[in-house]
């Protein structure tokens, strides 16, 4: 009866791992047939057989750690006394030392195997290739080249080998894509540690609303968009003919909002396509004329509706401008003020802003921007004169309208904006 003794796989080595046995007591081996692969700090390798015989006992399990010469299993040799007697004369663990090469041994010995393998292996450098390693990359058409090794110093493991068969058979440029390097996928790792999460804010009530409702015209409508530079300066001139005692006689300001807004609802009777609606298999045009309007508060936004203003004066729409903006910077808005509307005009000039693109307001067919007035030079007549100069974005929900129909539109708009005049427009 022989014992095999855990062998010294390497210099400084002093204790490995039985990973897998290969041999099940009863099974009949010749010297130099692989009992068990052994897992170190430092290599993987099959343990060979040192004698000719029948295994008896595995005395170390699967997945145990045992000092080197340790007994991990016992043989029944032909000759074993003679032979005993020589093992015992130099020591087992040398014998065992001897049979199993050290982890430099096992990459210099390795047989040459198939090109692939073969050339991986190379490229690896100083990277330790286990017999195993090599085994198993031949068997399964592997190229070490593609494999990250996650052992010591960059090794490439029996595991890693594994993890790359089990993924299934991958093309070689996949297989880097895979298994990216340390440092990529430290990357991603660093940059997550950089953002430091602060408050939470629930979504709820009318930024829950609002974000439902943006979500559901940006996927359902495709939007087209269009701008038109005006010349304003005559609304200007009129507003600011009106302004003062506009306010010590009517109590709430006269806004360029209000003229933009009347503009576009009469504009609208002219052109009922951009007053209508998207439902489904037909297209409805809306009678009344009712113009939501974007009415910020705090972290709200709130779109009431001044209802038929075409029917409205400046005045009228002024005040009630006025009045909805007061009850949406209060809070105050309901339900009732923000339903109805069929077009949407939206003061965005009103933080600075000369050009920007609205989401239309589900289920309307278009949304106005206003932008900021600005004071640039324009050439007139060949001469260049300061005009109080305007954009108008319009977005149009393509399914509905075209870029004719939307042109005209909005060409139609300015032409009543520029038409303004203090002689002939009347705030009443």
Same mark, same amino acid.
């Given at each position: ?22 041999? @099940? ?28 015989? =029948? ?7 699967? /997945?145990? =750690?045992?000092?080197? /010469? ?28 001897? !049979? ?6 096992? $990459? ?13 292996? @190379?490229? *690896?450098?100083?990277? %330790? ?5 090599? %085994?198993?990359? +031949? ?22 080998? #594994? ?33 430091? !999460?602060?408050? +939470? ?5 009318? %930024? *829950? ?9 940006? $996927? ?28 010590? %006689? ?46 910020? /508060? ?21 005040? $009630?401008? /006025? ?11 309901? @339900? ?5 509307? =069929? ?16 989401? &239309?307001?589900?289920? @309307?067919?278009? &949304? ?35 870029? #004719? ?24």
């Amino acid at each position: 009866m022989e014992e095999v003794l855990m062998p010294k796989l390497g210099e400084s080595v002093t204790e490995g791992t039985i990973e897998k046995w290969l041999v @099940q007591p009863g099974d009949t081996v010749e010297e130099y047939d692989p009992l068990c692969e052994v897992i170190t700090d430092k290599v993987t390798a099959e343990v060979p057989s040192v004698f000719e015989g =029948t295994i008896k006992e595995l005395l170390v399990a699967e /997945g145990d =750690t045992v000092e080197v /010469g340790t007994p991990v299993c016992l043989m029944d040799t032909d000759g074993a006394g003679e032979a005993g007697k020589a093992d015992e004369d130099e020591g087992s663990a040398k014998a065992s030392e001897e !049979a199993a090469p050290s982890a430099d041994e096992n $990459q210099e010995d390795a047989p040459s195997s198939t090109g692939k393998v073969e050339q991986g292996a @190379q490229k *690896k450098g100083k990277t %330790r290739i286990s017999p195993v390693v090599m %085994r198993l990359a +031949e068997e399964h058409d592997l190229d070490l080249n593609t494999i990250e090794g996650t052992g010591f110093e960059g090794r490439i493991t029996k595991k890693d080998v #594994l993890k790359t068969i089990e993924a299934g058979p991958v093309t070689a440029g996949t297989q880097t894509e895979a298994a990216p390097s340390t440092d990529q996928q430290a990357d991603p790792a660093s940059a997550s540690g950089n953002i430091v !999460a602060g408050d +939470e804010i629930p979504v709820t009530g009318v %930024r *829950k609303a609002v974000a439902n409702k943006m979500v559901q015209s940006s $996927q359902e409508i495709p939007h087209a968009w269009m701008m038109m530079e005006v010349d304003a300066t005559n609304l200007v001139n009129v507003r600011n003919s009106h302004k003062s005692a506009f306010k010590e %006689r009517e109590g709430f300001n006269l806004t360029f909002f209000s003229f933009f807004v009347k503009a576009v609802a009469e504009t609208l009777k002219e052109y009922p396509m951009l007053n209508s609606s998207w439902q489904g298999d037909k297209i409805v045009l809306n009678k009344d004329i009712n113009i939501s309007i974007a009415v910020a /508060g705090d972290d709200k936004l709130y779109v009431p509706v001044i209802r038929n203003a075409d029917d409205l004066s400046i005045k009228g729409i002024a005040k $009630q401008v /006025g009045e909805l903006a007061a009850l949406g910077r209060s809070h105050k808005l309901t @339900q009732e003020h923000m339903a109805g509307g =069929t077009f949407t005009v939206n003061n965005t000039g009103a933080f600075g802003s000369v050009q920007s693109m609205g989401i &239309i307001n589900h289920p @309307q067919a278009a &949304i106005l921007q206003v932008e900021s007035i600005v004071k640039k030079p324009v050439i007139i007549d060949d001469m260049i004169a300061v005009r109080h100069m305007v954009n108008l974005c319009l977005s149009i929900d393509h399914r509905v309208l075209d870029g #004719l129909v939307a042109g005209q539109f909005l060409k139609a708009v300015k032409e009543r904006i520029e038409a303004y005049s203090v002689e002939t427009t009347s705030i009443y």
